[in-house]
């Protein structure tokens, strides 16, 4: 039987820098204009997620480094002790049945954690012997996972001196071992090598199709739209959007995003630039590339400020145009960057940063 | 209480403490046998010390290798699991609760600290003989010190390892370890700090004390020592004392 994973308004306010194992590469917003400061020493990770991943599906959690994905995954798995706000796995509350849900649960960290005082197979069948499998089921089980991940060859080494994606690959076969029914992947691919990556697909579909849930972060967007049914877009530990990959890049205004840099910049051409048909939105950013409020810019006038980002239904074709109406407002148009509707889109429509910064 | 896993992470260990096991060995010998060897053997068979000591030598160096085997044990993996290689992940994610865990590596570790003891036993014996007079008076009460020593040193590792960071391993050998054997009654019985009445009562805060006096009592009673209830006592408190702070700073670790 499928089960699902629920939080509700959780919260999770770091008294001290996360460990790596919690927040895996949390960092700092300087640059979080309008946030509440929080005291000092306080890092606050999660400020009221509330999702549900419905029982037998793959739901991705896309953002930047330190928008609470890995916290979210880390207080779903008994890691992190949310500061308030409740999660289930199934109809287990992680924080008062943390035995039943560990049973119910893989996990894939962000980083490797493999026993490196074990070779391989040991690993895998340890493992099986923490979740209580006999000792024919978990040798029969550790045999076909090497296997399974092209890993039988080096079963009887120490992993010591394995190489990342050969860990990674590892870690999963490891989550896999107890058959969970959720399993959860912090960043599965990050660090491996295209082939390897779509191997990991493959398993992760394939764990999918018999009926198991698939809980995973990453802040790929390619990953996110090939593997995940329903994504939720989370910045600054807010879910910020929700939908099937094709629902949030359908949201976007028009879809295409046209980054655009000019010689000069003034109010006639933004103006211009908006009535050109198909022009959903225009935005201004500054010379740093952060967007400024409103259209038209900031407090020193847009002669200012070069970049211009044009949210349309079309792409290529309006280049012409907008090549011609620069000519004619005297601002040269310098650079052009067209990009089709993807979640990194939608991430920067909704947050005015991309994915990556 | 989920047994089939604390088993299975007992057998875990080891798992890795027999392919580990020269190294253990040698680690854990070599240093108290050196020890054994030059004021056993050469400074009383040169004159130096009188041939007593052998006999009051022994407890001591049994108590010096059960705590530091059983510090070692907990400490040194747990320091490194939960920093460096943070394999104790998986552990922590298998189906049974925070504390038993850290109980688990608690009896993992006494395991160790009394094959220690009683390895090192014959081997000091070895060393030394002739002239070492050791009788188990009371084979119940050595079983009940011996257990008790094996369960503070596991405790303290438990503590330590759960609270020191990877980069403090140095200070931890040269500011705890290293006063405790001194100060611990390791080499000398307590009644030779007589003259230094502070430092005597000072250093009862030191289990290694009730360790060796304890081992004293129990393996070599015509030298005097403390008394045998007294020591139980304490080394009991020091376990108790031990495990549950080795246990909120394991919690406190282990979940963030």
């Known amino acids: 039987m499928a089960v699902g994973v629920r939080t509700q308004d959780l919260r999770k306010v770091y008294q001290s820098a996360p460990p790596l194992g919690a927040g895996g590469g949390f960092v700092m917003r300087a640059d979080a204009k309008g946030a509440k400061q929080p005291p000092k020493g306080q890092i606050p990770a999660l400020d009221g997620l509330s999702l549900e991943v419905l029982a037998g599906e793959i739901f991705g959690l896309l953002g930047p480094n330190g928008a609470g994905k890995s916290t979210t995954i880390g207080i779903l798995t008994t890691r992190v002790r949310p500061t308030s706000g409740q999660a289930w796995i199934g109809e287990h509350d992680v924080w008062k049945e943390q035995a039943e849900v560990k049973h119910l649960i893989g996990v894939v960290p962000q980083r490797p954690n493999l026993d490196f005082s074990l070779t391989a197979r040991e690993i895998l069948v340890f493992h099986g012997a923490y979740f209580g499998i ?52 912090d960043e599965p691919s990050a660090g491996l090598d295209p082939q390897t990556r779509i191997l990991l697909w ?144 939608l991430f920067l429509h909704h947050t005015g940063r991309s994915l990556r910064d | 209480m989920n047994w089939k896993t604390f088993f299975a992470m007992l057998a875990r260990d080891a798992h890795v403490a027999r392919r580990n096991a020269m190294q253990l060995f040698l680690q854990t010998f070599l240093q108290p046998l050196l020890f054994v060897f030059i004021f056993g053997r050469v400074m009383v068979g040169s004159g130096y010390m009188r041939p007593e000591y052998k006999s009051l030598l022994l407890p001591g160096i049994i108590a010096i290798s059960m705590t530091f085997t059983g510090v070692w044990a907990v400490a040194m993996p747990l320091i490194a699991e939960f920093q460096w290689t943070r394999e104790i992940e998986d552990r922590l994610l298998a189906p049974i609760s925070v504390g038993w865990i850290a109980i688990e590596k ?25 002239g070492v007079e050791i009788s188990i008076g009371t084979p119940l009460t050595f079983a009940l010190i011996i257990v008790l020593v094996a369960g503070f040193s596991s405790c303290g590792g438990l503590a330590l390892g759960s609270s020191m960071d990877q980069q403090h391993i140095g200070l931890m050998f040269s500011m705890v370890m290293t006063p405790m054997i001194f100060f611990g009654c390791t080499y000398y019985p307590w009644s030779a700090l007589n003259k230094f009445p502070i430092l005597q009562r000072i250093v009862l805060v030191n289990p290694l004390v009730y360790a060796s006096e304890g081992l004293r009592a129990a393996l070599v009673p015509q030298f005097s020592h403390l008394p045998t209830t007294a020591v139980i006592g304490a080394l009991f408190f020091f376990d108790v004392l031990l495990l549950v702070v080795g246990l909120r700073q394991f919690e406190k670790k282990a979940i963030t």
């Open chain 2, 106 to 130: 608690v009896i993992a570790g006494m395991l160790q600290a009394l094959v220690a003891g009683l390895v090192v036993i014959p081997l000091a014996w070895l060393v030394l003989r002739p």
């Open chain 1, 134 to 185: 006999g000792s024919k089921l978990r040798n029969e089980r550790a045999d076909g996972l090497l296997e399974k991940f092209k890993l039988t060859e080096r079963g009887n080494q120490m992993v010591r001196g394995f190489s990342g994606g050969m860990m990674q690959r590892l870690s999963i076969a490891r989550a896999m071992m107890h058959d969970p029914q959720v399993l959860f992947l």
């Open chain 1, 202 to 345: 493959d398993i992760i579909r394939e764990y999918h199709q018999a009926g198991k849930t698939v809980l995973l972060t990453t802040h790929n967007m390619e990953e996110a739209d090939a593997l995940c049914e329903r994504i939720a877009i989370v910045d600054h530990g807010h879910m910020i959007a929700l939908g099937t990959p094709a629902q949030l890049k359908a949201s976007i205004p028009g879809g295409f995003l046209l980054r655009l840099r000019f010689g000069r910049q003034t109010a006639e051409l933004l103006e211009r630039l908006q009535a050109l048909a198909g022009v959903r939105e225009v935005r201004v950013l500054d010379t740093g590339g952060k967007l400024l409020n409103a259209t038209g810019g900031g407090e020193n006038g847009p002669a200012e400020h070069t970049g211009v980002d044009v949210y349309a239904d079309r792409g290529g074709s309006l280049i012409p145009e907008i090549a011609s109406l620069a000519a004619s407002c005297g601002a040269e148009l310098s650079d052009v960057h067209i990009s089709e509707p993807s979640l990194e889109n």
